[in-house]
Every structure is written in structure tokens, then in C-alpha cells.
């Protein structure tokens, strides 16, 4: 094979695999290199960890997980002949002590054998990366040479090599150890700004070297994450000339001679930011259920408020609007415009409503607690928190005996602050919306009634409300919730102390207050259902706080 | 300072900070300095960030938490005169490019001044430990010289350099660098084989070195947990010369003379395995009290089974008989003789008890739910969890109501197998018997009951049932508690695949029984409390599981 040979072809496989099902992610995989084949492929990618998923945790401790790999890996290096399987998988070396090292591998395979393994230099081990738990780093990266043709074969983090973060920069260094094209292999978690930086970093790379550049990620939902796909091909002149598609699997097969060329062989279309959004979300929860092999029936609390609403209208995007059961369940306090906005919601969705008032139960409650110093007159903090704990535990029936699953409608400045009731209304298998801020969900839904009215004025324009006492507002203990994003950007998601929060001009009340309600509802957090991150810091496990402490930033 | 002035005099300081509280640590440090003062201390020492407390997590990531730290370290080498001070604390360095890097240090302080930063060589980043996530590591470990004495200081992580763990064996690096003997600052958690571990591995440096072994570790609990103190003093001879306490703050100082000398200067008593467990869950629980500055007021869910009993029990240690509170929330399916046996252990335990039935909730339950398919007759897992979940809301109230929190009574079998009900028993801020298996329970129990009867014997010799439904026993779904533990803990604890498991000798359907339990529960361990750490794998942080996968190890 010689690299002067630029008929030479190259196939890029976006798939999604399934963490820890090596059946499934065998056959795909053997699936897509017959398929390259078919389309005279000469080098067939997969992405990182396709083999496994991403990430296995505590899973590839267990003996039987390498033993599935090799296995696995020598199964599909049985259907390779001549052409060359670059595949994501993660590889097992004894030392001479006998200890074992694991590295995040781009496995090559050849005529039916291992013939390399390029492994990983840079392990990420911030946010929700834990690679440095189980990996091992390679301090001496190479490119893979095919004949003449010299690889710059590269493991997702490897390319983020810029000043200030590795001492190690991989892409240099393969440029100067004569790679002709880099060729990055990714498992990269989605986030909104996510494919901006990708392309950033992917540019700055071309510009410098002046050689092409193969992006290839990984697709499909994992827990929290969304891997988004879009993969990228970046000509020598530092044009994109080839993307793949987000959100899905996809594939794609040209020519090395493209790489030099400026011929565009494939465009996305752009995607806005909210469908965006929707469509993270989506896959996320579309994976969730499906890889878990649970029930597409879905149960939601509906309010009449804003969360609920978007929540439901997701839910029927992924399962249809036939599996949504929407339940309200009214009490006392729930104002009778909340049950008119949402018998709209659910006429414009078109799913079905459970009518269950927790009245009587609240009453029977009262009496069984009036000896327990319940107060019927003077509602406090504790008769707040029984009226979603009944509702929690009617959805909760009601998943049960449906074959169900509740999802949880919290956002994400209601998680940061507390303003929920834990074993109430944060119940639930999932969250779709937690890692959205309160003034960013009533953007997504302006997005979401673009054509016609799904979401109902009258919820968009309502106060928000919990409606737990009478007359009770969002705002008697909360600020006014723009200014509350705002500063919960700040303080969550770009990580400021108190008195850098302070010099941009808020006011020290409220930022005390906000800081405060964040920092002792950590408890809350650290028993919440997982939801989809779609930011660079959401709750879930790329943020990893105590709960026992007495530091305010 | 001469090394042949053996009158040279160290001072260990066993102490107990509160983690991100820099007043209070830096209070609790000035004043065991002057109390090393008063006993004319040479070097005085204090355990692995005792500065800030083990482990910020990302806390750390706040600019301001680097700006408490280095202010606060001014503040105590100000109080620092011709004496030297080692300070377990990290150290902020930014490189050229302007990046930081964070070290764990343990940094030397004298005549006012920081003089070193002793940096930590090896990063434990496995279970609990996730110190790559925040730590550079150090790659050339060096003695710390005051004249001609030079000492082998090292942190923690950096004695278990033994094969087949770590490349730099800092150790033996020291001592070739020359170093008169060795100590270790560390701040290492508690779990019940650990105190042999660490002096097996002390004994084995000794014993190749043929130098003495300081090693001073902290003290205290922190969420799941426990610093068991401990620190140890071998002497040339390789004989322990000085224990200090267990569980609890503790100061000594002695001769530099003394480490070549074989005269015992302290020695501590031995302590069952029982009431170790006992002084580990006790500690960890005061002080998640002590340190989140809660109340001690502790609601406990009475089943008169052995769980709730044991947490009753324990919780009185540490907040005393009159701050516990036992609930008896009886159904109609509790037999009476459940009632008969917790009423005697609340005579037993002196605490308090409220009797609420939750019968006239459930039947107007079971009439609201009727029209949603409740069956009254026949009682499946739907019906079944409303039970608990209707006395996990009654406990959430009166906690509310009487400003108190709820203790969560799961053992690690049914934690494991998820044999609980989500936010029904498993509510709570705190489990205190989560790490201890069924089996284990009892032996524990037995241990409590070793003068009197304080855990009724009718408790104990009452078959497992969750009285969910008339005749119901644990045996019913599960295995008999002696066999489920044994494959749990090479499950779960030895980490050990099923053919690993099954060349034990199990039963092919009862393993795959039992893994296939544990393997679906992982989205129930996700949402639940933390427990207390006693065994070096316990549900929590140091088990990272995902949700979504298909692997069956």
C-alpha cells in the first residue's frame, strides 16, 4: 500500500454502540466492516471504545471484561483480510511483576491478526472523565505506518493538546514524526458548545501543520451523556470537506486523494440551537430506554407549569404520544386554572391524562398527623412537603402497575437551589430537562410553539408556581429567575468564587443567598435522578462535590 | 540542627479538621504547635491536608479556596519560630504558560517562613481516591534536609509503592537519597483490614531499610468516610514504639533518640473487630452531625426487625437515648408480635417511640387507586411499595416537623440486591449500616448483647420479613442470607466474575441469580444516601457503576 497510491480509500463508521453488550457491538461492527468493504475500502475506522462503549467504570475491572475483549477483538479480526480495521477498544498488558496496565487503544487490525495497537497518550480525568481510574498513558505516541502512507492515529483527548494543559503535544508530536494526515478516533460528550470547540481545535491543528485532519466520534446516549457523532473531515487547505450526522449513526467512504483536494463531499445542514437541544435530549432518553430494554411508557406529573409541560412534549418525541400518561393530581391549592391550562397541554399533545386528587389522602393525613403537631392553619415547610410526596408516590403506583417510568421535572435552577421536595417531586427514572436553567426553558418552548401553540400560552405566561400553599409564588423565596441564572451560571457552571461573581455587579444579598442555597442542598443533588447534559458542567457525575463541608466559595 | 543531637524532639499531631473550614483548622493547628512548643518539639508534624480536610473535590477548582489556603498558611508560619513545622496542605503552582498545577504537600515551615513544599509522588485514583482529577504528580521524591538530618518525607500514597502498583518506588528512593528514617503524613481511610495493611507494609520498609517509620494519619469522619487515626511510630528495630488513639485526636512527642531505642512509649489497646465497626459508624456519624452543623435530633422507622434496631442502637451512642425518636408505623400486615418486640427494644434503648398506623392511609389509598387498577385482592410489587413509601413521607414529616433527619436502616445484602423500596425505607440523610452484610449484622448484634440484652433476642431469632404482605418472609425472593453474603462479597467486594464465582462452587442459578440482582438494582444504589464506609468496597463513591449497559461480568 503506498501512500503515493491516492486511490486508496477510507471509511469512517459513526456507530452507536451499547456499553458492555460485545454481541451487539461485534456484529455491528462486522456489520459496517462488510459494508466498507463493499465500497472498496482500504482503511476502516471505528471510534473510540466501540468495542465497549464509553465508559465501562468499575466493569473493566472484572476479569471477564478483558477476557470479552480479546475474545471479541480476535472474532472480528477473523472477517478482516487485506484491508486495514483501525478499531476503538481498550488493551490489556501484563508487566514482568505481573501487574496489569490497561490502555485506551485504536487496535489495528490486518489479515485476520492484531498487527498494532496505538494507544491513547493524554487521559482525561476532569468533569465526567475518570479515564486516569483505569488507563494507563502512553508517553511515546507514534503514527501507524501503512507501507509509505505514515498516520497520525490519535485517541480523542490527544488533539487537545494546546498550550496550558498537557505537557505532552501528541499532534506535534506525529507531525514531526512525518504523519501525513492526522486522524483523531473520539468518544466526545456532547454539550451545546461542544462541535464549536471541536472544529476550533481541528483548524487551529491544519493551519499549523498544514495537513488534513479525520475527526471521527462516536453516537448514542450513555447514562448522563450524549455522544453526538458529527464527525468531521478536514482537507489540507483547512476546509471541511466532508460532515457526518448528528444525533445518529452514519457512514462514510472517500478517497485519500480527497483529503488534498478541495471537493466538498458531504454537508449538513445547520442546526439551531433548541433543536439542537430537543435533539440531544432525544437520543439521550431514545438510548436510555432501549439500552436498558425498559418499557417505553411514561409517566409525568403534570402541574400546569412550564417544566412539566416540556417534559411531557419530549417524552412523546422519543415514545409517541400513545405511551405518555400525563397525571394531574390536584389538592387544595391547585388553582383551577392549572387544571385548565393542562387539559390544554394534553389536548395539544395528545396523550392521555390520569385525573388523581390527592385531597382526601391530604385530609386523611392530617388527621392521622394532627397528633404529631401537623398544622392545618399555619402551613410550614413539612405540610408543603407531604402534598408532592403523596404525588410522588401515586406516580410511583402508578409506574408499577403500568410497567412504567415517572419522569422527574426539575430544572436545573430549581436542583441548584433546592427547590424541590426529595422523595416528591424529584422522583423518578430520569430527568429530561435538568441541566436546563428556568429563562433558557422558556426559550426552548418560544422554539418548540414555532409553527403552532403545543406548549399553551396561559402555561408560558403563568407565574411560576408550586402551588403548595395558597397564593404561594416562585419568587417569595426566589429571585427573579434571569438574575438567578445568571448567577448560577457563574457560580456553577464557569466555576467563579463569590467575590468574582461579586465584581461583576450583583448584589451581595442575593449572591449570599443563591451561593448558599446551592452549597446546602448538595445533599438533595447527591440522591437525584440522572439527567442529560447538555452543558459543560451539569449535576450529575461530572461534578463532584462533598456534602460535609464548610467552604463558601 | 545535628542528627547527632538526638535530644531533637518530634511532635505528631493527630488531628481531626473539618473539611473547606479554614478558621477552624487554622485554630485547631496554632494551637497544637504551641502545645508542641510547651513540650519543646523540634518538628512538629500534622497528617496529609490537614489544612483543608481530605478530600475538597472540586472545591478545589474555586479560585478562592487557593487564596484561603495560601493566606491561611501565612497565618500559621507566622506563629512558627526556629522550630519546624510539616503541614500536610496543597500547594498552587502556575507554569510558564500560565496554567496551574496543584501538588499535595507537605509544606515546611520555619521561622515565619514556607521553606518547602515537599510534593506527593504517587496519586491514589482508584475507589474512593480520585486524587488525578486534582493533583500533578511529583516524579523525583527527595529528602527533606534540616542540617544534617535528613528525613524520608513522604504522603500517604507514596509508602505503598510496592511492586506491581507504582513505577517510582518512593521509598526506596529515599532511603537511597540518603534519608535517616521515614515519615509519612497521610490521610487514610478506615476500613476493617486496613491498620494490618499499613503495618504490614511499615513493617516490610523497616525491615529492607533497616530505618525507622513514623507514620501520622488523620483523624475523623467525612460523608461515607471514616480516618481512623491510628498513626504509628516503628522503631530501627522494626518494633512498634508508639501507637496513638483510634477513632479520636490524639498528640505525642517524642526523642529522635527514641526511634533507635527500644523502649515502648505508648502503646494502646487492642480493639475487637465488633466494637471497631461500632467506633467507625459512630465516629463518622458525629461528625456529620458535628461538621454540617445539624440538629441530633434522629427519626428512625421501627420495623421491629434487626436493621432499624441496630441503627437505633447506634444512633444512641452518638447522640444520645433522649435525641432518638422510634416510629412504629404499623400496617395491617405487621403481626403483633412486631409491635411486642419494639417496644422492648425502645424499653431496652430508652428512646422514645410514636405509634402511627398507616392503615387508614392505605385504605384511602386503595379506594382513590381502585379506578386505576389497585387490586385489594391480590398484592403485587405495585402495592407492595405504597407501604413504604407512605412511611418513608410519614418519617420525612416529623423529621420536617421536629427538625430532625431521617436515619435509612438498608443493610449492604439488601442494598446490594435492592431489596428495598425506593423512596419508601431507603429515605434518609444517612445509612449507618450499609457497608455490613445480613450475616455480619448478627454477629454484630451478638457483640452489642454481650452483657445485657439491649437488641431483644425475639429480634434476633425472628426470621428476615419486609411484612408487606401476609406471611411474607425475605426467603421468599431471596436466597438464605449465609449463602447470598458469600456471593455478594466475591461479587461486589472481591470483585470476582461468575466463572471465577462459580468455580467456588455455587450453584449456576443461584449465582446468576444473585449478580443479575445486583447488576438491575444499580439505578436504585444511584439515588440512594450515603452509608458509612467500613470494608474497602462499599456502595458509594468508590464503586463507580453505570446504569446503562449490558455487560454481565
Chains 1, 2 share one sequence.
Not at 456499553?19 to 456484529?27: A, K, M, P, R, V
Not at 417544566?307 to 419530549?314: F, I, W
Request: aromatic content about 10%; some cysteine.
Amino acid at each position: 500500500m503506498s501512500f503515493s497510491n491516492s486511490s486508496l480509500k477510507i471509511a469512517l463508521c459513526q456507530i452507536n454502540p451499547t456499553l458492555g453488550d460485545f454481541n451487539f457491538n461485534t456484529t455491528k461492527i462486522i456489520e459496517y466492516i462488510e459494508m466498507s468493504r463493499q465500497n472498496q475500502a482500504d482503511i476502516i475506522v471505528f471510534p473510540e471504545l466501540a468495542l465497549t462503549g464509553y465508559l465501562p467504570f468499575d466493569l473493566i475491572e472484572y476479569p471477564s471484561f478483558r477476557i470479552q475483549v480479546e475474545r471479541k477483538i480476535l472474532e472480528i479480526a477473523a472477517v478482516v483480510n487485506q484491508e486495514y480495521v483501525i478499531l476503538g477498544a481498550p488493551a490489556f498488558f501484563k508487566d514482568e511483576d505481573g501487574s496489569e496496565k490497561i490502555f485506551n487503544c485504536g487496535v489495528v487490525l490486518h489479515n485476520g491478526k492484531v498487527v498494532e495497537y496505538i494507544k491513547k497518550a493524554l487521559l482525561p480525568n476532569y468533569d465526567v472523565f475518570h479515564e486516569k481510574r483505569y488507563f494507563t498513558e502512553n508517553d511515546d505516541p507514534v503514527p501507524y505506518l501503512i507501507g509509505d502512507l505514515s498516520i497520525g492515529l490519535q485517541v480523542c483527548e490527544d488533539m487537545w493538546d494546546l498550550p496550558s494543559s498537557y505537557d505532552c503535544k501528541v499532534t506535534q508530536v506525529l507531525d514531526e514524526k512525518g504523519a501525513n494526515f492526522f486522524l483523531n478516533i473520539s468518544a466526545s460528550p456532547f454539550s451545546m458548545e461542544k462541535q464549536e470547540d471541536r472544529l476550533g481545535v481541528i483548524k487551529k491543528h491544519v493551519k499549523k501543520y498544514g495537513k488534513p485532519f479525520i475527526y471521527l466520534n462516536v453516537v448514542g446516549g450513555q447514562d448522563e451523556i450524549v455522544f453526538d457523532g458529527r464527525s468531521i473531515v478536514v482537507n489540507a487547505e483547512n476546509d471541511i470537506i466532508a460532515e457526518m450526522k448528528a444525533f445518529e449513526e452514519d457512514f462514510i467512504v472517500f478517497k485519500l486523494a480527497d483529503l488534498y483536494s478541495s471537493t466538498v463531499l458531504r454537508e449538513e445542514k445547520e442546526i439551531t440551537r433548541y433543536q439542537m437541544m430537543i435533539d440531544a435530549i432525544t437520543l439521550n432518553f431514545k438510548d436510555y430506554i432501549r439500552k436498558n430494554n425498559i418499557t417505553n411508557k411514561i409517566i409525568i406529573g403534570l402541574s400546569g407549569g412550564i417544566d412539566s409541560a416540556v417534559t411531557a412534549y419530549l417524552a412523546t418525541l422519543v415514545v409517541g404520544k400513545e405511551n405518555v400518561i400525563g397525571v394531574a393530581l390536584p389538592s387544595k391549592f391547585t388553582a383551577s386554572r392549572s387544571m385548565t391550562d393542562l387539559n390544554q397541554l394534553v389536548l395539544n399533545l395528545g396523550i392521555s391524562l390520569r385525573n388523581i386528587s390527592i385531597g382526601g389522602l391530604y385530609i386523611e393525613l392530617e388527621n392521622l398527623l394532627e397528633e404529631h403537631e401537623f398544622e392545618k392553619e399555619n402551613l410550614g415547610i413539612p405540610e408543603e412537603n407531604v402534598q408532592p410526596r403523596l404525588r410522588g408516590l401515586i406516580l410511583m403506583y402508578l409506574a408499577n402497575k403500568l410497567n412504567g417510568i415517572v419522569l422527574s421535572t426539575g430544572n436545573k435552577s430549581e436542583i441548584a437551589v433546592g427547590y424541590s421536595t426529595l422523595y416528591g417531586d424529584t422522583v423518578g427514572a430520569k430527568n429530561l430537562i435538568g441541566d436546563i436553567y428556568k429563562s433558557e426553558l422558556y426559550k426552548l418552548v418560544h422554539y418548540i410553539n414555532r409553527d403552532r401553540e403545543i406548549i399553551p400560552d396561559a402555561i408560558i405566561n403563568r407565574e411560576p408556581t408550586a402551588e403548595l400553599k395558597p397564593e404561594q409564588k416562585d419568587s417569595d423565596s426566589l429571585p427573579d429567575y434571569t438574575l438567578l441564572d445568571d448567577i448560577l451560571t457563574l457560580f456553577i457552571d464557569e466555576q467563579l468564587s463569590k467575590h468574582q461573581i461579586l465584581e461583576k455587579g450583583f448584589e451581595l444579598k442575593v449572591v449570599d443567598k443563591i451561593i448558599s442555597l446551592v452549597l446546602k442542598n448538595e445533599f438533595k443533588r447527591a440522591q437525584m435522578v440522572q439527567t442529560v447534559r447538555l452543558s459543560e458542567k451539569s449535576f450529575g457525575g461530572g461534578r463532584m462535590m462533598p456534602i460535609t463541608h464548610r467552604f463558601n466559595p
